[in-house]
Every structure is written in structure tokens, then in C-alpha cells.
């Protein structure tokens, strides 16, 4: 779901008393100027750049890297990225006061990204995403579901949404 303008310069609020250290969540992430840089989407299905597969392959490793982390539904579209993160610290990384948090987990991947990208284009410092994402806590299964649904759907959408433009 790409973000209005209004949310492009303002940080969504955030949920009172959540510490965004746990829990399932959905994430957007945009390309800086919105450039279909990802890839195309073609008969209702993305077909990913080299670019978009490094997005895929980061987002893959995102769980490997770090065992505290499942990745659930996700899908890279042209211009943007749309997945569910579920945090669960273990209790011996929080005895250890280690800092996590959803902002550290999408930090690292965005950064991991932007620097593969960035080599294979050969453009070091250029920006790939747009400064911030935009997150929403997943309250339940139901919420859960939806938001599967809206990932799974979302290249039909983009077609379909791109061809009313014309």
C-alpha cells in the first residue's frame, strides 16, 4: 500500500505503550522518488530486477541473520516493498539487556540493501529507499490474514491500478 503524501513527510504515530520490541508486524518500504527500480510487474505477476532480487535475497537472510526474527508473507514490487516481521526476542538476549527493536531489524535491512545495490549499480552513497517506512502493529490472526491477502494480491492490484490510470 504506497503512502500518501501526507504520510511520506510524517512519521506515523507510533502505538501508545508498545515497545516495538516484539510482536508481528507490517512494513512498507518506498524507493527513493518512488523509481520502479525493483523491477516490473507483467500478467499480475512481479518480475524483480537484479535489484529487486537483492531486496529478495536481503529479506530472506533478514531471519538467518538474526534468530530472534520470522519473516512472513512479503513481495517486492516496483517501487516498494511490503512484508510482515515478527520479533521474538529470546529471554536470554533480553536478560542481557541486548538492544532490540523493530526500527534496529529495518534499519539493518534497508542498509544491507543499499549497499548491495549500490555496488551492483556502481553508484556508492546513492539513495535506494525513501528515508522512512511506514509499519503497523498485527493485533491478531484476523489482521493477520488480511494483510497476507493485501501481499499476496498486491501485483494483480498494481495492474490493475496502473491500467485505470491510462
Same mark, same amino acid.
Given at each position: 500500500?504506497?503512502?500518501?503524501?501526507?504520510?511520506?513527510?510524517?512519521? /506515523?504515530?507510533?502505538?501508545?505503550?508498545?515497545?516495538? &520490541?516484539?510482536? #508481528? $508486524?507490517?512494513?512498507?518500504?518506498?524507493?527513493?522518488?518512488?523509481? /520502479?527500480?525493483?523491477?516490473?510487474?507483467?500478467?499480475?505477476?512481479?518480475?524483480?530486477?537484479?535489484?529487486?532480487?537483492?531486496?529478495?535475497?536481503?529479506?530472506?537472510?533478514?531471519?538467518?541473520?538474526?534468530?530472534?526474527?520470522?519473516?512472513?508473507?512479503?513481495?517486492?514490487?516496483? &517501487?516498494?516493498?511490503?512484508?510482515?516481521?515478527?520479533?521474538? /526476542?529470546? /529471554?536470554? #538476549?533480553?536478560? #542481557?539487556?541486548?538492544?532490540?527493536?523493530?526500527?534496529?531489524?529495518?534499519?539493518?535491512?534497508?542498509?544491507?540493501?543499499?549497499?548491495?545495490?549500490?555496488?551492483?549499480?556502481?553508484?556508492?552513497? #546513492?539513495?535506494?529507499?525513501?528515508?522512512? $517506512?511506514?509499519?503497523?502493529?498485527?493485533?491478531?490472526?484476523?489482521?493477520?490474514?488480511?494483510?497476507?491477502?493485501?501481499?499476496? &494480491?498486491?501485483?494483480?492490484?498494481?495492474?490493475?491500478?496502473?491500467?485505470?490510470?491510462?
Amino acid at each position: 500500500m504506497p503512502l500518501s503524501p501526507e504520510l511520506e513527510s510524517h512519521r /506515523p504515530p507510533r502505538l501508545p505503550g508498545h515497545a516495538y &520490541d516484539s510482536g #508481528a $508486524y507490517f512494513v512498507t518500504f518506498n524507493t527513493a522518488g518512488r523509481v /520502479p527500480l525493483l523491477g516490473a510487474v507483467h500478467g499480475g505477476r512481479m518480475e524483480l530486477s537484479p535489484e529487486g532480487r537483492i531486496v529478495e535475497r536481503e529479506w530472506l537472510h533478514t531471519m538467518h541473520l538474526r534468530t530472534d526474527v520470522t519473516t512472513d508473507a512479503w513481495v517486492v514490487m516496483p &517501487d516498494h516493498f511490503h512484508g510482515i516481521v515478527i520479533l521474538h /526476542p529470546s /529471554p536470554a #538476549a533480553r536478560a #542481557a539487556g541486548r538492544t532490540f527493536s523493530l526500527g534496529a531489524v529495518m534499519a539493518g535491512f534497508k542498509a544491507a540493501c543499499t549497499s548491495a545495490i549500490n555496488r551492483h549499480r556502481g553508484t556508492p552513497g #546513492a539513495a535506494v529507499w525513501q528515508s522512512r $517506512y511506514y509499519d503497523r502493529v498485527i493485533h491478531d490472526l484476523a489482521a493477520m490474514e488480511s494483510i497476507r491477502r493485501y501481499i499476496r &494480491d498486491n501485483p494483480m492490484a498494481w495492474e490493475n491500478d496502473r491500467s485505470r490510470r491510462r
